[in-house]
């Protein structure tokens, strides 16, 4: 499908388009193999939109008479998801889109958002590619304030001691999905700049400001992750060291238990040697006064323990 922006905007067809006026496309792969040549692009950026990308990864490519974009779009709500796969063919007059993955059946609704949002009115290429850039990153900042109140909560769930055992797993998947955010904003930022230098001239000077704006915002969006990335660092420090004080105090416990009840392996071995002459043996009350020995022994070492508040 393709647009124009005259005085409305038109739908056209490919051989209605006209190249003086600023036209914007959607197309998936096999559509963009069939009309490639129209427009004069390169078999090889057809190719490239074919061609299986690393999630991270963004290629640009300037030519003289477009610039390609291959642009892997993350969810920031499930940041560990399936992600998007767009291309892009920027000319003169010309933005193509081309729909080269949508696992969760989203990018055609990217783009009509897009287009919902776009007047006829001092409409520039610039702006509008800019456009389709920002609602790529439209909302994200409220999500990024959602994974901080997350942070937040499980740094009370730490303090409360209510962390379970599932709790380390929670802390990797999120530093996991930050750091994919991270790399989405990066190459957000790669192609923003890239496209402000203008090497090959299609966009007019003016309008390069769209450009710097955007990513200004990318910017920012990537030291919020990257706070949030440091928030989880200490996060996962605070959770060892609670761990660590756990066992400590275990421990402890354990030590003075076996510091209480020591003397008593004193008191067995003692009269478990087999001496003839021992006078407790033959004596009356000799088994209860090993007894009450022992109790007193033990007593007096807790609440001695208890006074130095080792306990």
Same mark, same amino acid.
């Given at each position: 499908m @393709?647009?124009?922006f005259?005085?409305?905007?038109?739908?056209?067809?490919?051989?209605?388009?006209?190249?003086?006026?600023?036209? %914007?496309g959607y197309v998936?792969?096999?559509?963009l193999?069939?009309?490639y =040549? =129209?427009?004069?692009?390169f078999l090889?950026?057809?190719e490239k939109c074919? $061609?299986?990308?690393s999630f @991270?990864?963004?290629?640009i $490519?300037?030519?003289? =008479?477009y610039?390609?974009v291959?642009l892997n779009v993350v969810n920031?709500?499930?940041?560990?998801? +399936?992600?998007n796969?767009?291309?892009?063919f920027?000319k003169k007059?010309?933005?193509?889109?081309v729909?080269? +993955?949508?696992?969760?059946?989203?990018?055609r609704? %990217?783009?009509?958002r897009?287009?919902s949002k776009?007047?006829?009115? !001092?409409?520039?290429?610039?702006?509008?590619v800019c456009?389709?850039?920002e609602?790529?990153i439209s909302?994200d900042?409220?999500?990024?304030?959602?994974a $901080?109140f997350?942070?937040n909560?499980? $740094?009370?769930?730490?303090?409360?001691n209510?962390?379970?055992? !599932?709790?380390?797993?929670?802390?990797?998947? &999120?530093k996991?999905?930050?750091?994919?955010?991270r790399?989405?904003?990066e190459?957000?930022?790669d %192609? *923003?700049?890239?496209?402000r230098?203008n090497? !090959?001239e299609?966009?007019?000077e003016q309008?390069?400001?769209a450009f710097h704006?955007?990513?200004d915002?990318a910017v920012?969006?990537k030291? !919020?992750?990257?706070?949030?990335r440091? *928030?989880?660092?200490?996060l996962?420090?605070?959770?060892?060291?609670? +761990?660590?004080m756990?066992?400590?105090? *275990?421990?402890?416990?354990?030590?003075?238990?076996?510091?209480i009840?020591?003397?008593l392996?004193?008191?067995?071995?003692?009269?478990?040697?087999?001496?003839?002459? &021992?006078?407790e043996?033959h004596?009356r009350?000799?088994?209860?006064?090993v007894?009450?020995?022992?109790?007193?022994?033990v007593a007096v070492?807790y609440?001695?323990f208890?006074?130095?508040?080792?306990?």
């Open positions: @393709f647009y124009q005259d005085d409305d905007v038109v739908s056209v067809s490919t051989d209605e388009l006209n190249d003086n006026i600023l036209t %914007i998936n792969i096999q559509e193999s069939d009309i =040549r =129209r427009f004069d692009f090889q950026s057809v074919k $061609e299986k990308s @991270f990864s963004s290629d $490519e300037v030519y003289d =008479r610039c390609f291959k920031v709500s499930d940041a560990d998801g +399936l992600g796969c767009f291309a892009l920027i007059n010309l933005l193509l889109i729909n080269v +993955l949508d696992q969760c059946c989203s990018n609704d %990217i783009f009509m897009v287009m776009i007047s006829c009115e !001092n409409i520039t290429l610039e702006k509008l456009s389709f850039f609602e790529l909302g900042n409220k999500k990024l304030e959602g $901080e997350e942070i909560s499980l $740094e009370e769930t730490v303090l409360k209510k962390a379970d055992k !599932n709790f380390n797993m929670k802390l990797l998947n &999120m996991k999905e930050l750091l994919t955010l790399g989405y904003y190459q957000l930022i %192609i *923003s700049e890239a496209l230098e090497e !090959n299609i966009f007019e309008g390069l400001k704006i955007f990513t915002k920012r969006l030291e !919020n992750v990257d706070l949030l440091d *928030s989880v660092v200490h996962w420090d605070a959770y060892q060291a609670y +761990l660590n756990r066992l400590n105090q *275990s421990m402890k416990v354990f030590t003075l238990m076996t510091t009840f020591f003397p392996t004193v008191i067995v071995g003692w009269y478990g040697m087999n001496f003839e002459f &021992m006078p043996l004596w009350y000799g088994y209860l006064y007894i009450v020995f022992s109790v007193l022994v070492l609440f001695w208890k006074k130095k508040k080792w306990l």
